[in-house]
């Protein structure tokens, strides 16, 4: 089994919300990341966890507040976004160390900022 | 630092066509290479991968063979169907811990009855 889980399916919410983002995975991977892709562009990567432990943030906005309460979950924290925010946000996983190292992607999360 | 290039698109065919989609990439060491594909209103599916020098990824019909001598990770399908409609990754990850996927722009490829 390769499933990546995340919730909600879409999100509108105004520019004062706050709202999360959760993925989860049960294939005992320990790396989990999360990516922001606009239309016809590819994702871009924002935030890796290895072992539950915060390796990369790609200078993301504060506005963006991952978090890892254990290996098969992650969230996202959004709060005080813009419009230009709105993305399909995808998280996916992987076990680190591996000689492929593939990672597994969910089917998304489609943010609407209003 | 890494990059992958894609061949523009967007790329229309009839059923039954053959397809090609060129990748090439620029690494540092020995990569893998992946190709994904996103349908419309999905998320990314990873199609078919390949870890070294000389091996063939291969899924549903589609298959692309690391060549390490000119670079390349083109895909290919010998009979396209409409259902192969969608967005095409290809993409390279370094192997090691904190591996990041680079990947092309992706092509948008449309098969038509």
């Known amino acids: 089994d390769t499933e990546v889980t995340q919730t909600p399916k879409h999100l509108v919410m105004g520019m004062t919300n706050k709202k999360s983002l959760k993925c989860e995975q049960h294939?005992?991977?320990?790396?989990m990341y999360w990516y922001k892709q606009k239309a016809k562009k590819p994702p871009e990567l924002m935030f890796v966890?290895?072992?539950?432990?915060?390796?990369i943030n790609e200078s993301v906005p504060s506005r963006f507040s991952p978090e890892c309460p254990n290996s098969s979950l992650l969230n996202l924290h959004l709060h005080a976004l813009q419009p230009e925010d709105s993305a399909l946000y995808l998280c996916?996983?992987?076990?680190?160390?591996?000689?492929?190292?593939?990672?597994?992607f969910g089917p998304g999360t489609r943010l609407t900022v209003l | 630092g890494n990059s992958v290039t894609q061949m523009e698109g967007p790329v229309t065919l009839s059923e039954e066509a053959f397809l090609t989609i060129n990748c090439t990439y620029t690494?540092?060491?020995?990569?893998?290479l992946f190709w994904y594909v996103q349908y419309p209103g999905e998320g990314l599916q990873l199609l078919l991968k390949?870890?070294?020098?000389?091996d063939k990824g291969s899924n549903k019909g589609f298959e692309a063979t690391y060549r390490k001598e000119t670079t390349s990770f083109h895909l290919e399908k010998g009979s396209v169907q409409v259902s192969d409609s969608a967005v095409y990754f290809c993409?390279?990850?370094?192997?090691?811990?904190?591996?990041?996927?680079?990947f092309g722009k992706g092509i948008t490829l449309s098969v038509r009855p």
């Open positions: 996916a996983s992987s076990l680190p160390g591996s000689s492929a190292d593939t990672q597994y």
């Open positions: 294939m005992g991977h320990r790396a």
């Open positions: 966890y290895s072992y539950e432990k915060l390796s």
């Open positions: 690494a540092t060491g020995y990569p893998s």
């Open positions: 390949a870890t070294k020098a000389d």
């Open positions: 993409a390279l990850s370094n192997t090691g811990a904190n591996s990041k996927l680079t």
